[in-house]
């Protein structure tokens, strides 16, 4: 069919498809935009981490079990960037087994060109504690994501616990 221009593009089937023929931008009824290979994904870890830090230890942590990965980008814990842009991250973890002697717990996403830190303290009676850190990376084409975790202060080790409570997630926002 023909466009119509005239400041709007009438598209019938409220699709855009890209040179491979795939839709890349799909628009609904509602005015809902979706775009199958828009870089963003969603892992967790599976199970518990046992003996994982706690005695300065930088450990990284596991995600090895994908619920989202849009354009296939996140591989063996690590995102790696498609296109430059500014990229979302959200990362949370749940530490067991804590000590009164452990005294800080840091939570990193180590990025190609930086990294950036949550520091949370230990007051001292607490046995498990949750982190949580949301950044937005400004990433060139191949750079990479990760994420960390240190606890120090003590000798005895610490656990990383499995299932929702470590999570991370990423999208490509511009």
Request: proline share 2%.
């Amino acid at each position: 069919t023909t466009p119509q221009l005239g400041g709007n593009l009438d598209m019938v089937a409220n699709l855009l498809v890209g040179n491979g023929g795939s839709t890349g931008i799909a628009i609904s009824a509602n005015g809902e935009v979706t775009m199958a290979a828009q870089p963003s994904f969603l892992a967790y870890n599976s199970s518990t981490d046992s003996n994982v830090t706690g005695d300065g230890t930088v450990y990284t942590i596991d995600l090895n079990t994908e619920i989202a990965d849009r354009n296939g980008d996140f591989a063996s814990d690590t995102f790696t960037a498609p296109v430059a842009g500014l990229y979302a991250f959200n990362i949370t973890i749940f530490l067991l087994a804590l000590a009164s002697d452990h005294t800080e717990m840091n939570l990193i996403v180590v990025a190609s060109n930086r990294s950036l830190l949550k520091r949370g303290q230990n007051s001292g009676d607490a046995l498990q504690k949750s982190l949580q850190l949301s950044v937005i990376v400004d990433m060139d084409a191949s750079d990479t994501v990760s994420f960390t975790t240190q606890v120090s202060g003590g000798s005895a080790v610490v656990d990383i616990l499995g299932g929702v409570e470590t999570t991370a997630s990423g999208i490509l926002l511009v």
